[in-house]
């Protein structure tokens, strides 16, 4: 059985900072890539960034391009999305995703496993 488990999501402030983690069990993790995609209240869930199986290759949405870092440890099954300089814009539910790929995939519609989400609340 496949899981993929968010944490890390709080209330900040704008200018601060979050790192999320997504801890994955019951897959091949070093032949996924991994992805994280965000979706705010009444809006359609949108790519944030993803990176390759091994690391070496990444992409980010120009809205967080600058802030937002994606990064993976294959040792730990674990990927992260360092956030930096949030703003209340980047309020969402954040959500990890996994697929079997060989590049980077940034269409959610192209994942084929999810996690539950975690909150990330940014006042102004």
């Known amino acids: 059985q496949v899981q993929l488990v968010e944490s890390g999501g709080g209330l900040v402030q704008a200018g601060d900072s979050l790192r999320l983690s997504c801890a994955v069990s019951?897959?091949?993790?070093?032949?996924?890539?991994m992805g994280w995609f965000r979706q705010a209240p009444g809006k359609e869930r949108e790519f944030v960034a993803a990176?390759?199986?091994?690391?070496?290759?990444?992409r980010n949405a120009e809205s967080v391009k600058g802030r937002f870092t994606i990064s993976r440890d294959n040792a730990k099954n674990t990927v992260y999305l360092q956030m930096n300089s949030l703003k209340p814009e980047d309020t969402a539910v954040y959500y990890c995703?996994?697929?079997?790929?060989?590049?980077?995939?940034?269409?959610?519609?192209?994942?084929?496993?999810w996690g539950q989400g975690t909150q990330v609340t940014v006042s102004s």
């Open positions: 019951g897959l091949i993790f070093s032949s996924a890539c």
């Open positions: 995703a996994a697929k079997y790929s060989t590049i980077v995939e940034v269409s959610p519609e192209r994942y084929d496993y």
């Open positions: 990176i390759s199986r091994f690391g070496s290759n990444t």
